[in-house]
């Protein structure tokens, strides 16, 4: 049956849900389609699940740092039992995600969603035509293209793992693998991190993930880095990982986390004249692809911003206010705050240290030691060290990077230093609660 909206959203994460109900609350027609679970990757199968599962090893790592400081027994993770929390939050999310589009009086429509040459959108029986179409179709896990690829898991069955086997295997070392290698073996699993060349989380401060790998060493994390796995084979008890070398590693489980793809090949795109290329969908910086009438955002854009949820809901903002006249401007992004749920959490914001090692006119960095400063060694955290970095300038603070159990936390402070430009005069003029990680701020100028 032929519809007519102002406004046709492809898929529901936080891109598509941000859009759709706020275009819908300023009064337009808008329908929305989804093919998979309603509410995207973030709530059902990413930050939200993986977070819940941290909470575990959190509470587990303040145990053991204060062994014999107070406590005696170190808190033994009960995945089942950890599993069916997650699944408290999880499982109501697909229903939820809907009946929130729909009381915002979104049309939904669940399918796969393509493009038609007449510049429309199919779904199923269903053929929406709209003034505008938004892609917000997301991404998904890739894989490594070798022999015995059937045998890799993702980061969506890690999430839902039933049990926690005795070993399991992440290929490719980006903060996915870091995270879930740091909830693994909390959870008593031996795990191998393999990384084909020598320079895992590349995005991070080197010096740092040094640290924070000799950090998941001392918990027993195997890193396996230049090699380069070929094949996979199946026997009875397991896999083995093997290179066109030496190198042999079996396994009970397999993920494969070398990234990410953009779901744009079902869409059709051709049929309506959008470019992309391997990383996504290109925009402008109004977020409009090659074809005036589509635009699109979140994870599906091939960019240079991290593809991070709260990136994805920026995006929505901004569209939503250029889309109902608010806002005739092009696209700025705030600094961007990265992160790595591992243990201990590696966070990064702005000017990086290896940039201002290479413009020492322009820039100063130092690093700090914050191990033995009160907001760390109260709960004995084994590191805590933090880099900053200035404009000589402005003596402002443009970029930081910190690696410690508070760095998700103390990277927003950071993050909204660089933003307001807050110098180290207006940040002695306010006063913060004490003793918490806010109230050491103004040391880092110092
Ligand atoms: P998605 O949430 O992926 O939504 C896209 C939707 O489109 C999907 O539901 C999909 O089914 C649907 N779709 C695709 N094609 C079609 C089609 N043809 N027709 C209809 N529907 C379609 N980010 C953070 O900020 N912090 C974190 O800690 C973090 N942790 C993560 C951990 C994991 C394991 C993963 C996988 C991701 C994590 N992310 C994290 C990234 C974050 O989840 C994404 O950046 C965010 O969800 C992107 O939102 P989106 O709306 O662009 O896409």
Redesign the pocket.
């Known amino acids: 049956m032929k519809k007519h909206f102002d406004s046709v959203v492809?898929?529901?994460?936080?891109?598509?849900m941000g859009v759709a109900s706020s275009l819908a609350a300023a009064g337009k027609k808008v329908a929305i389609?989804?093919?998979?679970?309603w509410g995207?990757?973030?709530p059902n199968?990413?930050?939200d699940p993986?977070?819940v599962l941290l909470s575990a090893v959190e509470a587990r790592d303040k145990a053991i740092q204060l062994q014999n400081k107070g406590l005696h027994t170190v808190p033994e993770i009960d995945w089942p039992e950890l599993m069916a929390f997650k699944e408290s939050f999880t499982r109501p999310v697909p229903e939820q995600s809907k009946d929130s589009l729909q009381s915002s009086d979104v049309e939904t429509f669940y399918g796969?969603?393509?493009f038609t040459p007449r510049q429309t959108v199919q779904v199923n029986e269903d053929e929406l035509e709209a003034d505008q179409f938004i892609i917000?179709?997301?991404?998904r896990p890739s894989f490594l293209d070798i022999e015995g690829k059937e045998h890799f898991l993702t980061?969506n069955d890690f999430?839902s793992l039933p049990e926690m086997p005795e070993t399991i295997t992440l290929v490719g070392g980006g903060y996915?693998a870091f995270e879930f290698a740091a909830i693994a073996s909390a959870a008593g699993a031996e795990v191998h991190l393999i990384q084909h060349n020598d320079r895992p989380l590349k995005a991070f401060d080197k010096e740092l993930v040094q640290l924070l790998m000799e950090q998941l060493k001392a918990r027993g994390v195997h890193f396996h880095l230049n090699t380069e796995i070929t094949k996979i084979t199946a026997d009875e008890k397991g896999f083995t990982l093997s290179d066109d070398s030496d190198f042999r590693l079996h396994s009970d489980l397999v993920f494969c986390t070398t990234g990410?793809i953009p779901?744009t090949e079902?869409?059709h795109l051709e049929n309506v004249g959008v470019e992309s290329d391997k990383k996504g969908i290109l925009v402008n910086e109004f977020l409009q692809t090659s074809n005036s009438s589509i635009f699109a955002l979140?994870?599906?854009l091939s960019k240079s911003q991290p593809?991070?949820?709260?990136?994805?809901s920026f995006e929505a903002n901004y569209l939503v206010s250029y889309l109902t006249g608010k806002n005739s401007q092009p696209i700025s992004y705030p600094s961007i705050p990265t992160?790595v749920?591992s243990a201990p959490k590696l966070a990064q914001v702005g000017v990086t240290a290896e940039t201002a090692e290479n413009n020492p006119s322009k820039y100063e960095s130092s690093t700090i030691d914050a191990t033995n400063w009160f907001s760390y060694s109260r709960s004995n955290e084994p590191v805590s060290t933090i880099k900053v970095v200035t404009d000589k300038q402005t003596g402002l603070l443009v970029g930081a990077a910190c690696l410690n159990n508070e760095a998700d936390e103390l990277i927003n402070y950071f993050s909204r230093m660089i933003d307001q430009k807050m110098s180290a005069e207006e940040l002695t003029e306010k006063v913060f609660a004490y003793p918490t990680i806010a109230s050491d701020l103004s040391y880092f100028y110092s």
């Open positions: 492809i898929g529901s994460g936080v891109a598509g389609i989804e093919e998979d679970l995207g990757t973030c199968r990413g930050c993986k977070k796969s969603a393509s917000a179709t997301g991404a980061s999430l996915i990410r779901n079902t869409l979140g994870d599906v593809k991070l949820t709260p990136v994805s992160m749920f």
